[in-house]
Structure formats: structure tokens, C-alpha cells
């Protein structure tokens, strides 16, 4: 039955066929089935197997998630902090209806080929967890800028005084400078800081400041790489052979489901916040014959887009929409006010209370958003886990019964 409703690639992996339209999710292949057997005998199967439905409805999820986060990435809400909250909501209930597809169907895992093919997806998301313990070491050094935005929005406000003092000024300064050397990726910090700090560090101070900037952000070795993490969790990620399909009832297509999106959301992370060794140039492509394909290369492209206009300066500190516009507001501000003269035009006054408006609004996003995504993180990580420890443990139960 299985060979009507795929079809066979030249290395002899399985691929759904395409749907009618790219958005479409087309018949599944429990409507298939129970078409095909109808034509056939209309009393022959009155109630769908209980697994199909799973492995159905957990195919529709991926993509009905998808295709909602495709169609509200905007390009000026993509990689924000609400629109990752998004993505990591949607993977956290794929995370779950997985777990218990795992949990209902555990006998069939022992048998060969899940054996294997289950094996390799928990060693994937072992590494998954190293990529959420770095993005949380990433938030709290966002945190750390967020502090120094703080300090300029206060030397900055006009709205208690007319004119702005030299103290006002000289911190301000001082706390621009000490963020730009915190989202200065460490292989630029050299080439780049001597420009920017004319004012209050020497160079005698320049391995002083990059290592109190590290130090309060990296809990992670400076040997880890999380572009070496991505590739490990991609690497010979392939569509599973049709024998494996048959053999297992489908669930092999449910692991390959989940691993891709395991990798797709943990490449998401790595693209928008600030990681040891970031590199979004890991290879993946998913066919776009599954119906959460399409709406996933879509974002990979668009990421990849942001990633061109965005990362060409900023290499270490993410693609994330809050940091952007911290980039941006915080130079132009350095900009205004790098001189020796405290005293502002009308014109330049005006502009200067526009960038620091602008740093007030970031700074609002980041104080209602921060929190709320660091617990989502924190979540995708403890349910990663749990799905792991239930299946192991369950596995090790029957093996230790037969």
C-alpha cells in the first residue's frame, strides 16, 4: 500500500508525492489509504488505525505550524524576540505530540530499523542541548547591553533639562563605547576598537575590557563552536529509504520530521543571538514534497536574506531585531555626539532625542520580551530532555523484561 502513496528518489529514499500546490497539504496519507480501500470495498475499512492518525495528525501539526510562522514573519518582525517566541512555541508542542507518538508506540523502536534511526535522533538532540544552554549564555550577555542602554537613555534625557552638561555627555560616551565593545565579535575587537574609544580606554586596557565583556557571557569553553554544533546535528541528516518506511509503519518519517525541525529551530537560535562561533552556512535542504517543507526553506531563505543585509559588520553578536536596532541607534548616537563641543544645535538636539527615543522603545521590547523567551528556551531544553529520559527508560524497562 505504501508504494501508491510515495515516491522512490534515485538513492531509494522515500518521498511523499507532491501536493496539488505548494501551500496545500494535499491528501495525507491516511485520506489515501482509506480512499483507495473504498474504491475497493466501501465496508472494507470502517475506522482508520490508531497510529496513522498519529503519524497524520503529527504531520499536519509540523506543517499547519509552519506555514502560521511563515505566513507572519514580515520582514520587520522576522528574528525578533516575539516572532522566535512563536517558533519555539510551535516546536514545543511538535516536541510534545512527538514524545507521545514515542511514548505509545515504544515496542516498535527495538525492532530494526527505529533501533537505529531513534538512537541517532537522541544523539542529535544532545547537542541541541548544548545550543540552548549557549543561547541562554547569549540572553544574559543582551541583558548586560541592555544595562548600558540604560545608562545612556538616563545621560541623555532632555525631558528634565534643557541642555545637556559635559558629565551627561562623558557618560554617555563612556557607556556607548563600553557597548560597543561588548557586541564586537572578539576576532573584530583588535582591528576595531582602537576607532571607537578615543575618549576613555587606552590600549593598554583593550584585553582587560574584552575579557570582563567575555567572562560575564560565556559559560561555554572557548574550544565550543556553535556552527560546529549545528553541522553535528545536520550531518547525514537524510530522508529515510523506503524500506525503512515500510518496515517501521511510517515512524521513520516521523523521526526524520522532528530531526529537521530540531535543526531548523536550533539554526534559528544561532542566527539571532550571540554565540561562540557562530555560522549560519550549515548545508540542509528539505524536500519540498513534505508539507512542512516548504514553509520552512521559505524561512531558511529569508533568514539567510536578513543574514546578508544585517551580518556583514556584526559577525558575533546575532541577527535578533531588538540587537539591530541597538546597533544602530547606539552608533548614530556615537556619531552626534563624539566631539569635544557640548553644546547641540536646534537641528541636532531634535535628532538627538529621536535616537534616544528609539533606544527607549528597544529597551521597552527587551524588558517585556527578554524573560518570557529565556523561560522558552529554558522549556525547549527540559523538553528535549524528558522526551529522551521517557524513551530510555521505557526502552531499557522492556528490554530488561524479555
Request: aromatic share 8%.
Amino acid at each position: 500500500m505504501l508504494q501508491n502513496l510515495f515516491l522512490l528518489d534515485s538513492n531509494h529514499h522515500f518521498l511523499p508525492k507532491m501536493p496539488e500546490t505548494e501551500y496545500s497539504f494535499g491528501r495525507s496519507l491516511l485520506s489515501l489509504r482509506r480512499d483507495q480501500a473504498n474504491l475497493m470495498d466501501p465496508t472494507a475499512f470502517p475506522e482508520p488505525m490508531t497510529m496513522e492518525v498519529e503519524l497524520d495528525s503529527f504531520q499536519r501539526q509540523v506543517a499547519e505550524k509552519f506555514i502560521d510562522l511563515n505566513a507572519s514573519a514580515a520582514d520587520d518582525e522576522i528574528l525578533s524576540l516575539e516572532w522566535i517566541g512563536k517558533l519555539l512555541d510551535s516546536f514545543l508542542c511538535c516536541q510534545e505530540e512527538f514524545r507521545v507518538i514515542i511514548f505509545n508506540h515504544k515496542t516498535e523502536l527495538l525492532k530494526q530499523p527505529m533501533d537505529r534511526l531513534i538512537e541517532d535522533y537522541f544523539e542529535r538532540s544532545v547537542k541541541a542541548l548544548d545550543v540552548c544552554n549557549a543561547i541562554r549564555d547569549g540572553i544574559e550577555q543582551i541583558r548586560q547591553w541592555k544595562q548600558m542602554i540604560e545608562i545612556v537613555i538616563s545621560a541623555l534625557d532632555t525631558s528634565q533639562r534643557k541642555q545637556l552638561g559635559e558629565g551627561e555627555i562623558h557618560r554617555a560616551k563612556k557607556a556607548l563605547i563600553d557597548l560597543a565593545i561588548g557586541m564586537l565579535d572578539e576576532k573584530d575587537y583588535s582591528n576595531t576598537l582602537a576607532q571607537r574609544n578615543r575618549s576613555f580606554a587606552r590600549n593598554k586596557d583593550h584585553n582587560q575590557h574584552i575579557g570582563y565583556f567575555r567572562s560575564l557571557s560565556w559559560s561555554v569553553s572557548r574550544s565550543w563552536s556553535a556552527s560546529r554544533q549545528l553541522q553535528g546535528i545536520g550531518n547525514n541528516l537524510a530522508t529515510p529509504r523506503a524500506s525503512d518506511v515500510m518496515a517501521s509503519n511510517g515512524l521513520a518519517l516521523t523521526v526524520y520530521t522532528m530531526t529537521s525541525i530540531l535543526l531548523f529551530v536550533t539554526w534559528v537560535l544561532v542566527a539571532a543571538i550571540p554565540c561562540q562561533d557562530r555560522g549560519l552556512h550549515v548545508h540542509f535542504y528539505f524536500p519540498r514534497h513534505f508539507q512542512w517543507a516548504v514553509p520552512v526553506m521559505s524561512l531558511h531563505d529569508k533568514i539567510m536574506e536578513e543574514s546578508k543585509k544585517r551580518d556583514k559588520k556584526k559577525k558575533g553578536c546575532g541577527l535578533l531585531k531588538e540587537i539591530n536596532q541597538i546597533e544602530r541607534s547606539s552608533r548614530l548616537l556615537s556619531e552626534l555626539i563624539d566631539s569635544d563641543n557640548f553644546s547641540l544645535t536646534d537641528e541636532e538636539g531634535l535628532e538627538l532625542h529621536e535616537r534616544v527615543q528609539e533606544l527607549v522603545h528597544v529597551c521597552e521590547a527587551m524588558k517585556d520580551g527578554l524573560s518570557p523567551f529565556d523561560r522558552k528556551v529554558r522549556d525547549v531544553f527540559h523538553q528535549i530532555v524528558r522526551s529522551r529520559t521517557e524513551a530510555l527508560d521505557s526502552l531499557g524497562k522492556i528490554k530488561n523484561q524479555e
